[in-house]
């Protein structure tokens, strides 16, 4: 048993009214003092903050570990601060993660929290996670790789109001040189799970991903990269969703309602 909140809040990042759905689990022996480890999960493009809770079980999956789940929408941004529309990487990566735990009894330590997403946002998932490794101790990133907006979407309207036609190299927007970066600063390295469908159409953006973690020496990220039969679906996503939160090694709690 876990209890769905709908948040309206203004956003002083986007300049307007957002709703987040936020899951929070229920105990038999309330503490209101209990900060609760989070996992900010993210929508793909063309969905929105009721896409995870209505067509997967990511709710039933979680409740075992007391964990609560933010879901916002970040409409079709890439989750990146736009070129030419608003700035959804600074809402979703530091607005939503310092008002949040104000109002709920939300966790802000980085081994609490987590962040994933499919396609859209399982690279929003990689982008966001690896340019902050402070905030996030592992990210899942599901029918997506590091960028998507790769092969077809190059050049495309949808890509250039995206992500303009500045290079993106060096910048945040470029999780693979974040990921660099962290090794190279010697930051702390997110954990990282990583999974497509073999019949994905992102299939080559993800073996592109792959490739660059499974190159480094020792693998510093504990990267786990899984390919399993799948296309790009709810089935798939439903399956590794679970698969992902079992992989954040979190104990059960006892006291919860299930």
Request: proline letters at 7%.
């Amino acid at each position: 048993m876990s209890a769905l909140t709908k948040l309206r809040l203004f956003s002083k990042s986007l300049g307007m009214c957002v709703t987040v759905n936020v899951v929070l689990p229920v105990r038999k022996d309330f503490a209101p003092d209990q900060k609760l480890p989070v996992l900010w999960l993210l929508h793909g493009a063309y969905g929105c903050h009721s896409d995870w809770l209505r067509l997967t079980s990511v709710v039933r999956y979680a409740a075992p570990y007391g964990l609560a789940i933010v879901m916002p929408s970040a409409h079709n941004s890439g989750y990146t601060d736009m070129a030419h529309g608003q700035k959804f990487y600074t809402y979703i990566s530091a607005e939503l993660p310092s008002v949040l735990p104000t109002m709920l009894n939300l966790s802000t330590k980085r081994e609490d929290n987590y962040i994933a997403g499919l396609s859209m946002g399982g690279a929003g998932s990689l982008m966001i996670g690896l340019s902050h490794p402070e905030k996030y101790a592992a990210i899942g990133c599901l029918s997506a790789g590091a960028i998507n907006a790769e092969g077809n979407l190059h050049n495309s309207p949808r890509r250039l109001i995206t992500f303009g036609d500045e290079p993106i190299k060096g910048t945040y927007k470029d999780p693979l040189g974040c990921a660099q970066n962290i090794l190279d600063q010697k930051l702390p390295c997110p954990r990282i799970y990583h999974a497509c469908g073999n019949e994905d159409f992102l299939l080559p953006s993800a073996h592109k991903t792959r490739d660059f973690f499974q190159n480094l020496p020792g693998n510093p990220f504990d990267y786990q990269y899984v390919e399993d039969p799948g296309a790009h679906t709810w089935e798939f996503w439903d399956a590794h969703i679970k698969e992902f939160i079992e992989f954040l090694n979190l104990p059960k709690q006892d006291g919860i309602y299930i």
